[in-house]
């Protein structure tokens, strides 16, 4: 399916923007944003984000001074439907859904009638219950979770086939994580279950599915080891080898809110060489942070292994979580730098560096780089990942060498230019200090 935002008020009358996967729109007097308006005075420099995941799409005002209107309403935000009205000052926006892809926007038109998606009956894979669901065509086959069933699925996951469940080891955004026993070895695993936010189809299942299969490509002592997936009565589920040990997040708050240095070191420096290998071979993590660092052993002796390589990618693009920054990822976006929140789909290594700095400024300080109050939510997050320069290390920190410092500190530059440019010069020059 595709998205349109059709220009029909404003000095960008006539244009088009289409998206046929999921992106982000930033509208301002920002030279980053997207629509550009550097001559409106009513906007405010970043003034709303929006974020595209066909069929669905979401818009946060980012705390403008003027206000975001959505059909008449200010509004803070809101998830978007087709034929919504978005007004900022003289601007007027109008949200369209197709279900067809324009091969060449050159010959999209005002007039042109695109195809609406149809509703479909579908039922939930896990109690049977029958619920209407938008698709591209009236036979397309979806695979679909009802709210009831998701709720129950995460507070109580099912056990898998082949695998015996041993005991509940987290829940998250996506689904729930269980330790298990795998039945035909005895082997220890981790049992991740993803559960699909909306109905999405077969071919975007098996899309997510392949994605995953050249992910489990990668083989470090550094990264979880990639054992098995596959699907069960809806539920999405992924197998791993089993980190006896707690992530850097839980040993950060079972030390009082941060590490001890040399352990903290550690654990950045491990993870800069997970970095360094998966980054030579094409790929980029996305969602690096504590949580995602599985940490065994005691200090000093301690390994770091980065899980989740890939996943949150591969589940949005999938469509299974619905828009991100309106659900419980929403957590995840301090880490993230500002080009990733205004480019979804072209992210380089250079946003893992970013997320490094945050997460090892977090790991020394107990705090964020970003100045928040206790009362932010995720739009004043937003925003200042896009105009607050980072608090220097050295403020919250003065236990940390002042090079130290200036390393994470780089690592934390709004602009990818100035950080460092990979993970192996990061770890290099830490190591060089330690």
């Known amino acids: 399916m595709q998205v349109n935002l059709k220009v029909v008020a404003g000095p960008y009358k006539g244009r088009i923007f289409s998206f046929t996967q999921h992106d982000s729109f930033l509208i301002g007097r920002s030279r980053d944003a997207h629509l550009y308006l550097p001559d409106d005075r009513y906007f405010s420099r970043n003034h709303c984000l929006l974020e595209m995941n066909p069929p669905r799409s979401f818009l946060r005002d980012l705390n403008s001074t003027n206000g975001t209107f959505l059909n008449g309403q200010r509004v803070a935000n809101a998830y978007l439907n087709d034929g919504d009205r978005i007004q900022c000052g003289e601007t007027i926006l109008i949200v369209e859904v197709t279900t067809e892809e324009s091969r060449d926007l050159s010959e999209t038109t005002q007039d042109a009638i695109p195809k609406r998606p149809v509703l479909v009956m579908v039922e939930c894979l896990n109690c049977g219950r029958r619920e209407q669901a938008p698709a591209s065509t009236p036979d397309e086959r979806l695979t679909f979770l009802c709210e009831d069933c998701r709720i129950e699925l995460k507070r109580s996951p099912q056990a898998i086939p082949g695998y015996d469940t041993v005991r509940l080891l987290g829940r998250g955004g996506m689904g729930c994580v269980m330790l298990g026993r795998q039945q035909s070895s005895g082997r220890a695993v981790a049992i991740k279950t993803l559960l699909p936010e909306f109905a999405i189809s077969e071919k975007a299942l098996r899309r997510f599915m392949r994605e995953i299969d050249v992910a489990a490509a990668l083989k470090h002592q550094n990264i979880v080891e990639f054992i098995d997936r596959g699907t069960h009565n809806g539920v999405v589920y992924l197998v791993t080898e089993f980190v006896d040990g707690a992530d850097a997040c839980k040993l950060s708050e079972m030390s009082g809110g941060c590490l001890p240095y040399d352990d903290a070191i550690s654990i950045v420096s491990q993870s800069l060489d997970a970095l360094s290998y998966a980054h030579a071979q094409g790929y980029i993590h996305r969602d690096f942070k504590d949580q995602n660092i599985l940490v065994s052993g005691h200090s000093p002796n301690l390994t770091a292994k980065l899980t989740d390589f890939g996943l949150a990618k591969s589940f949005t693009h999938s469509g299974m979580s619905g828009v991100t920054m309106a659900g419980e990822m929403a957590g995840t ?26 997460t090892a400024y977090s790991l020394l300080s107990g705090s964020l780089a970003l100045e928040l109050s206790n009362k932010h939510n995720v739009n004043d997050t937003i925003r200042a990942i896009f105009e607050q320069p980072a608090v220097p290390l050295r403020e919250r920190a003065p236990h940390v060498p002042v090079p130290v410092c200036e390393i994470i500190d780089r690592a934390l530059a709004k602009d990818p230019a100035q950080r460092w440019q990979t993970a192996t010069a990061m770890r290099n020059a830490l190591l060089h200090c330690m």
């Open 333 to 358: 976006l301090a880490y993230m730098p500002p080009e990733q929140l205004r480019n979804f789909r072209d992210v380089k290594p250079q946003s893992d560096i970013y997320a490094v700095g945050m």
